[in-house]
């Protein structure tokens, strides 16, 4: 419990201030920690970015501040947008992803249709996924 109150406290550190006031929530999704970031001024809008993304996901070219979903919230929870898929040297694909947010936001639940790409980088199919974000903490502003 102490390790991860340590790692909280240096991932609130190392955050940087955002122009606009946000309120971020950090997640864990497949062992990567991403950061959910909501405007103010739009509250239906939804961000979510890596903070540090798991090895596989850096050598698939994945980086810290990476997006892994742009979208929005209705006031159902019903949240609806982009997710995207980083392959390599292929680069950065978005796929359409939809699902539902609690309304505390403590958790996502997107599914989509991942892209699957040859060595040409060309799309040759489709996989159904899940994608799943589970609060880790939120920063006390």
């Known amino acids: 419990m102490k390790k991860f109150f340590v790692?909280?406290?240096?991932?609130?550190?190392?955050t940087p201030a955002l122009a606009n006031p946000t309120i971020?929530?950090?997640?864990?999704?497949?062992?990567?920690i991403a950061y959910g970031v909501e405007d103010?001024?739009?509250?239906?809008?939804?961000t979510i970015a890596y903070f540090k993304p798991?090895?596989?996901?850096?050598?698939?070219?994945?980086?810290?501040a990476d997006l892994l979903f742009q979208g929005t919230v209705d006031a159902n929870g019903r949240t609806d947008g982009f997710s995207f898929a980083y392959k390599?040297?292929?680069?950065?694909?978005?796929?359409?992803a939809t699902g539902v947010s609690s309304a505390d936001r403590k958790t996502i639940r997107l599914t989509g249709e991942l892209p699957n790409v040859d060595k040409r980088?060309?799309?040759?199919?489709?996989?159904?996924?899940?994608?799943?974000?589970?609060?880790?903490?939120?920063p006390v502003p």
Do not use: W
Request: charged letters at 20%; aromatic letters at 12%; proline letters at 3%.
């Open 24 to 32: 971020r929530t950090y997640y864990t999704h497949n062992d990567s």
């Open 88 to 96: 390599g040297a292929c680069g950065r694909f978005p796929f359409k």
């Open 121 to 138: 980088c060309n799309i040759t199919s489709y996989a159904h996924v899940e994608l799943d974000f589970d609060v880790l903490f939120t």
């Open 54 to 64: 798991r090895q596989g996901m850096l050598d698939a070219g994945a980086k810290p």
């Open 40 to 46: 103010d001024s739009d509250a239906t809008s939804l």
């Open 7 to 14: 790692t909280a406290a240096l991932l609130a550190l190392a």
